[in-house]
């Protein structure tokens, strides 16, 4: 049986076809499966005949709760490929060879994935793995082609390590978790950010000293990275201006890497025209050495140097006169004592749509851990204080709100 499950938006309780093909990269299907259902989904496993000589259907069993199908017409149930289709949200073949890009292309319905292909309406999401001289055949961009004119997603292939012998090349299928995140964004279906352009900062900033030390924060960026992944996966086009962090980038977002205060603001100013919604969780520097050092500051020089600090630009209130009309903002407001008090102040004293506050001083949340306890506000509507969650909840949360602000009728 299945772990013990994190269920989470869009995955719970929605039904997932897994057709793994007969490919090398069919082992990472298993993974998949995993990350699927502990994530909430019910999965049902189809495996091409190929993909039985890579992998057993007993590892996806023990790992979905949920049988694994190969046969098109397994005793005592000839229309599974038509239950199979009726039933799923979504489709996944991963990976998906040349060979069954063809077949698909083709509209063949000769086994039990390509016959519930054809009958489904669910979105599907194609996941290709093959040798890099396969992809980049005519034969197969042309199936490519075909099939995104059917209406489906393609998700990679990635640029890296293929079978053994084969080197580097495009044609390598996507990790278990790119997948996961491709599958997310085909359930979110099309809500209110979907073609917008989200821009949201994370991180902290650093502002240097001298050449190896630097005035810096805690932030690990992890709330910023959140909120573009979830924004991502709703649809939207996002841009993800990120300071200093060691996070993995998410699956699809724009990362524009800046390091001090100054060139957030750069980045931001950039960025902004375009943007529906400016989201500016990072946790940028207030202040910053007025002179810094060109050479390393040695010990030996005797005394202890001293630091003259001089403030930073406002990066959120540099935006005011300049945002585009109808942007959703949101900002970010840390504190230590009267949190909501001074958070109201943020709220109007920055113009804002929104703004998300919590306590530094509340045990698991803010900086440096997976969750948070967090106030949200907004002009004229009551707070609503979150209990603690994780950050990819909070993300969701205020991007509910985000959305609803973006649908709302004028004057309402």
């Avoid at 989904?41 to 199908?69: H, I, M, Q």
């Avoid at 073609?195 to 932030?219: L, Q």
């Avoid at 709703?234 to 200093?244: F, H, K, M, S, V």
Wanted: some cysteine; glycine content about 10%.
């Amino acid at each position: 049986m299945p772990g013990p499950r994190s269920s989470r938006r869009p995955f719970t309780g929605r039904r997932v076809v897994l057709g793994v093909t007969g490919g090398i990269a069919a082992y990472k299907a298993i993974t998949v499966a995993r990350e699927l259902t502990l994530a909430g989904a019910e999965v049902d496993v189809v495996l091409s005949a190929g993909a039985l000589e890579f992998v057993r259907p007993l590892s996806f069993e023990a790992l979905t709760g949920r049988p694994a199908y190969s046969s098109l017409y397994p005793q005592g149930d000839p229309l599974l490929h038509i239950r199979l289709a009726r039933d799923a949200d979504l489709v996944i073949i991963a990976p998906a060879t040349a060979n069954f890009l063809a077949r698909a292309a083709a509209g063949m319905a000769d086994d039990l994935m390509t016959a519930a292909l054809l009958a489904t309406a669910a979105p599907v999401v194609l996941v290709p793995a093959m040798n890099d001289r396969m992809y980049a055949h005519p034969a197969t961009q042309g199936n490519l082609a075909r099939l995104a004119e059917y209406g489906y997603r393609v998700a990679g292939p990635a640029v890296g390590p293929l079978a053994w012998g084969e080197g580097e090349g495009p044609g390598r299928m996507l990790e278990p978790e790119q997948i996961v995140a491709h599958a997310g964004r085909a359930l979110e279906g099309r809500g209110a950010l979907a073609g917008r352009v989200v821009v949201v900062t994370a991180g902290p900033t650093r502002e240097p000293i001298d050449p190896v030390r630097f005035i810096g924060n805690r932030s690990s960026g992890r709330m910023g990275y959140e909120i573009a992944a979830a924004a991502w996966r709703r649809g939207a086009q996002t841009i993800l201006i990120a300071g200093p962090s060691h996070l993995p980038v998410p699956e699809g977002v724009e990362l524009r890497r800046v390091e001090t205060a100054e060139q957030m603001r750069a980045a931001v100013a950039e960025a902004l025209p375009a943007a529906d919604t400016l989201v500016m969780s990072a946790a940028v520097a207030d202040f910053r050495p007025a002179n810094a050092a060109t050479d390393k500051i040695k010990k030996e020089a005797g005394g202890v140097p001293q630091i003259v600090l001089e403030p930073t630009a406002d990066v959120l209130r540099a935006t005011r006169d300049v945002r585009p009309a109808g942007c959703v903002v949101v900002g970010f407001a840390l504190e230590t004592a009267d949190v909501v008090e001074n958070g109201r102040r943020k709220l109007h004293g920055k113009g804002l749509d929104l703004l998300v506050v919590n306590d530094a001083t509340e045990p698991g949340a803010g900086f440096e851990v997976e969750t948070n306890r967090v106030v949200l506000l907004q002009p004229d509507l009551p707070d609503e204080a979150l209990p603690l969650m994780s950050k990819a909840e909070v993300a969701d949360r205020i991007l509910d709100r985000v959305e609803s602000i973006l649908t709302a009728e004028p004057g309402a």
